[in-house]
């Protein structure tokens, strides 16, 4: 909190809005709030949904309060862009009065990065959101993907917690959860010691036995299985995803590499597309090699004219995501 305090004591005398990326806003909260006295009780309650981030979130609202108590102050939520999703890709097939009693349903994350994404998408191509189908791509420490029909999600990779889906740097993503059980038994560990390696020992850095830098990876691929190993199955997860929401979308008209690996990781997006040539996609290799320390906001088309499946390459820009939302609750 004192980096906090440090930053926005200086500019006091500035500031009107203060923009709060939460986590996750349960089922309430699907769009961003103004937050008051009640509404701030409310998030109080969603600790549990992400007790990694939200009391965090939670710490730095409260703080943004006690030295600029005059400026409007908003959460803009990470799983509101998913609220979207259909029940028959949100829910899990448990119980239904368990899924009811506590709230437990496919949430999504990653929501404000993909959000800007699509919009970035339509305002650079001025194409209309109707009838369009995209895949958003955010490749980074944490990685999603979301299959997005007319403008609005219809399905993602991350589920309850942003634990589920594509390889991440130390998160494992998809796994049959009787593993949990196994290992707590063969390891003599609680689910939680458990759970800790899951999120934080496993994936890229799990799998390599090194690093959770791809671009180290890349760098031993050929002479060490194991970073071998690490890429092929970043990259296998991907194209499945890929894959699957192709289907459910029925077809697609553009491919989005974002995050810090989407962005800067030319050799990444090659083997990807690579091994999605049955869609048609055609990759401009010049200009894909050429894509890397991109500016936020910046986008870069790397597909060639004939190719019936776009691919682009957009900088998110979380940041000005929210700061957009907090414009518009000020206007």
């Known amino acids: 909190m004192n980096e906090v305090e440090k930053w926005i004591d200086p500019h006091l005398f500035s500031i009107v809005g203060i923009g709060h990326r939460f986590i996750h806003g349960g089922n309430k909260y699907t769009s961003s709030i103004v937050i008051t006295p009640s509404s701030l009780r409310e998030l109080e309650k969603l600790k549990d949904l992400a007790p990694l981030h939200n009391p965090d979130c939670l710490e730095l609202i409260k703080a943004s309060q006690k030295h600029s108590s005059k400026a409007l102050q908003l959460a803009v939520f990470d799983t509101g862009f998913h609220s979207t999703l259909p029940s028959c890709a949100s829910q899990y097939a448990i119980p239904h009065f368990l899924a009811d009693k506590y709230h437990i349903k496919r949430y999504g994350f990653h929501g404000i990065s993909h959000a800007y994404l699509t919009d970035k998408y339509f305002e650079y191509t001025k194409k209309k959101k109707r009838l369009s189908k995209l895949i958003t791509l955010h490749l980074g420490n944490g990685c999603s ?12 990779s991350m589920g309850f917690s942003p634990a589920e889906g594509l390889v991440m740097g130390t998160r494992a993503g998809d796994m049959d959860f009787t593993l949990i059980e196994f290992l707590c038994k063969k390891q003599h560990q609680s689910v939680s010691q458990v759970t800790h390696m899951l999120n934080f020992e496993s994936g890229l850095e799990g799998i390599s036995g090194k690093t959770a830098d791809v671009k180290e990876l890349l760098q031993n691929y050929e002479k060490d299985p194991h970073c071998r190993l690490a890429i092929d199955m970043f990259c296998y997860r991907i194209i499945k995803y890929i894959g699957s ?47 890397f320390d991109l500016n936020p906001g910046s986008i870069q088309k790397i597909s060639t004219h004939s190719s019936p499946v776009e691919l ?13 939302e907090v414009l518009k609750n000020l206007n």
Do not use: H
Request: with cysteine.
């Open 312 to 324: 682009y390459v957009i900088s998110t820009d979380e940041n000005l995501f929210i700061a957009q």
């Open 245 to 291: 929401f192709a289907a459910i979308l029925n077809g697609v008209d553009a491919i989005i590499f974002s995050g810090g690996i989407g962005e800067n990781s030319p050799l990444i997006r090659q083997m990807i597309c690579s091994k999605l040539k049955w869609l048609g996609l055609k990759l401009l290799a010049k200009k894909n090699s050429s894509i």
């Open 145 to 156: 993907a979301t299959a997005i029909l007319n403008g609005l999600s219809i399905d993602t």
